[in-house]
């Protein structure tokens, strides 16, 4: 079985930073974030090759946030910048063997989510 857990959500200032962390469990997989705000529906934001050569990114976030990766700890990281008040949602992690392009694959691997606020 897979794990995936995500770490680093929290309160953040509107212009500020975060930085959010995951780790998976086992072999080396395609990353990515993704967000759900209240009463929306699920965003990709950005996504990462198993190389980490590869990364994708949804406009929205495009320039603001920056995903990386370190294959040495199996772990994705999600660098937030110029926080604005609408990047308010639970923030989840997931991990594929299909692509970095989207998470929507039944044999995706998720985590549980973590909070993210930001305040004006």
């Known amino acids: 079985q897979v794990h995936v857990r995500e770490s680093g959500g929290g309160l953040v200032q509107a212009g500020g930073s975060l930085r959010l962390s995951c780790v998976a469990s086992?072999?080396?997989?395609?990353m990515g974030w993704v967000r759900q705000a209240s009463g929306k529906e699920r965003e990709f934001l950005a996504g990462?090759?198993?190389?980490?050569?590869?990364?994708s990114y949804a406009d929205s976030v495009k320039g603001r946030f920056t995903i990386s990766r370190d294959n040495a700890k199996n772990s994705v990281s999600l660098q937030m910048d110029s926080a604005q008040p609408d990047d308010k949602a639970v923030y989840s992690c997931a991990a594929s063997n299909v692509t970095w392009k989207s998470y929507q694959h039944p044999s995706d691997y998720w985590g549980q989510g973590i909070q993210v606020t930001v305040s004006s």
């Open positions: 990462i090759s198993a190389s980490g050569g590869q990364t």
């Open positions: 086992g072999r080396t997989y395609h």
